[in-house]
């Protein structure tokens, strides 16, 4: 699973294989939480995260939510997404 960004000690990845399951989403890893966020809403999916990360990576997919679209369908189509830049 490539790495797709990283800031602020926050990994955020994204698996890539035919036919990758729906709803579109990323994942993140800080420290020992670990969650899965969907790209249309922005919300955790399934797992945890400290306040101030999750609003950390929100406001990095709102930035980014064409570019996080764009990779999960690289992603559904077995191909590699490309990197994001991170949040600064």
């Known amino acids: 699973m490539p ?3 990283m ?3 926050i990994i955020i990845r994204m698996y890539y294989a ?3 399951h ?7 890893y ?3 939480y670990k969650a899965t966020v969907s790209i249309d809403s922005i919300e955790v999916m399934q ?3 400290p306040r101030r990360q999750l609003r950390l990576v929100q406001a990095w997919a709102e930035l980014h939510l064409d570019e996080l679209r764009a990779d999960w369908q690289l992603a ?3 191909e590699e997404p490309c990197r994001i830049p991170p949040l600064q």
């Open 30 to 32: 800080y420290n020992e």
């Open 76 to 78: 559904a189509n077995g």
């Open 22 to 28: 729906n709803p579109p989403h990323f994942h993140v």
């Open 47 to 49: 797992g945890e995260l």
């Open 7 to 9: 800031f602020y000690g």
């Open 18 to 20: 035919p036919g990758e």
């Open 3 to 5: 790495t797709i960004s």
